[in-house]
């Protein structure tokens, strides 16, 4: 099992960036894939982004593709999502997860609590 913290979300104007954190705890991070979510208001939730155990494949959607980039520690048990060039569209909690296999659906094994990114116009 896994217990998963996000950190480093906040407000930022459009067109700034942020770095968000997900530390997981155990001593098998290296082998779950990892995926970034977000929910808006209102809306379902969606997959934004996911890491290899290895860290070598990465796959994001197309609505943050060149703005947002999925990275993973293994020594730090730590995946990043960096977030470049914020539109007032990528406001949403984000929420980390994990799961043993590579997958660009919500159904990931493990979740973390979220942490809230509000970009203001």
């Known amino acids: 099992q896994v217990q998963l913290v996000e950190s480093g979300g906040g407000l930022v104007q459009a067109g700034g960036s942020l770095r968000l954190s997900c530390a997981a705890s155990?001593?098998?991070?290296?082998?779950?894939?990892m995926g970034w979510f977000r929910q808006a208001p209102g809306k379902e939730r969606e997959f934004v982004a996911v890491i290899s155990q290895s860290g070598t494949r990465t796959y994001v959607v197309d609505s943050v593709k060149g703005r947002f980039t999925i990275s993973r520690d293994n020594a730090k048990n730590t995946v990043y999502l960096q977030m470049n060039s914020l539109k007032p569209d990528d406001t949403a909690v984000y929420y980390c997860?994990?799961?043993?296999?590579?997958?660009?659906?919500?159904?990931?094994?493990?979740w973390g609590q979220g942490t809230q990114v509000t970009v203001s116009s």
């Open positions: 155990g001593r098998t991070f290296s082998s779950y894939a």
């Open positions: 997860a994990a799961n043993y296999a590579w997958s660009t659906s919500r159904s990931y094994d493990y």
